[in-house]
T-cell receptor
Framework: DTGVSQNPRHKITKRGQNVTFRCDPI?????LYWYRQTLGQGPEFLTY????????KSRLLSDRFSAERPKGSFSTLEIQRTEQGDSAMYLC?????????????FGPGTRLTVL | AQTVTQSQPEMSVQEAETVTLSCTYD???????LFWYKQPPSRQMILVIR??????QNATENRFSVNFQKAAKSFSLKISDSQLGDAAMYFC????????????FGQGTTLQVKP
């Protein structure tokens, strides 16, 4: 399977714990995006990388959130001191941005539940 | 800031019939991209169709077509010959032509297909 993969698929944690999610993009895709989706809503943009550079962060991304994409391959999203409001589906997408074209392909998501 | 609105939280259609999902957006830009994504229950989001704002011709992908009205800032999705596998949540999304690439999603429309 050469699609976007995310691990773990589900994560249950207690409030105050740290969690880390991983996203493996489609091979050779230079852009990687993170979105958050709460139940019954559309995804909201969190951040994106072009290669290894993090180029934009949403105001939704508080200082408890950090994302990395070392070497421009896989990416990790870490949430420190989780809160119940962090419970959501975290989606990763990748794309090959050439000129103005940038069609994003999504992974299956990581569902986070904070107790 | 750009916004995307889907005013139909739920729609239903009889198998083999045609259904139209509505989407409106607000932007001051003249060049942008619009997308429809499908998210089946507990499955990942997949791209249905894409439209470049500079193209007057409406995009078509097999049974899926759009009615793009740039002046009215409207972008509806028509599904012809509906199939049971079309049942899903459908999201309309906007992307600026600037190099950021992030998608702005609507709230989604849940489509039920009745046999």
């Amino acid at each position: 399977d050469t699609g976007v993969s995310q691990n773990p698929r589900h994560k249950i944690t207690k409030r105050g714990q740290n969690v880390t999610f991983r996203c493996d993009p489609i091979s050779e895709h230079n852009r990687l995006y993170w979105y958050r989706q709460t139940l019954g809503q559309g995804p909201e943009f969190l951040t994106y990388f072009q290669n290894e550079a993090q180029l934009e962060k949403s105001r939704l991304l508080s200082d408890r959130f950090s994302a990395e994409r070392p070497k421009g391959s896989f990416s990790t999203l870490e949430i420190q001191r989780t809160e119940q409001g962090d419970s959501a589906m975290y989606l990763c997408a990748s794309s090959l941005a050439t000129g103005w074209t940038d069609t994003q392909y999504f992974g299956p998501g990581t569902r986070l539940t904070v107790l | 800031a750009q916004t995307v609105t889907q005013s139909q939280p739920e729609m239903s259609v009889q198998e083999a019939e045609t259904v139209t999902l509505s989407c409106t957006y607000d932007t001051s830009e003249s060049d942008y991209y619009l997308f429809w994504y499908k998210q089946p229950p507990s499955r990942q989001m997949i791209l249905v169709i894409r439209q470049e704002a500079y193209k007057q011709q409406n995009a078509t992908e097999n049974r899926f077509s759009v009615n793009f009205q740039k002046a009215a800032k409207s972008f509806s999705l028509k599904i012809s010959d509906s199939q049971l596998g079309d049942a899903a949540m459908y999201f309309c999304a906007y992307r600026s032509s600037s190099n950021t690439g992030k998608l702005i999603f609507g709230q989604g429309t849940t489509l039920q297909v009745k046999p």
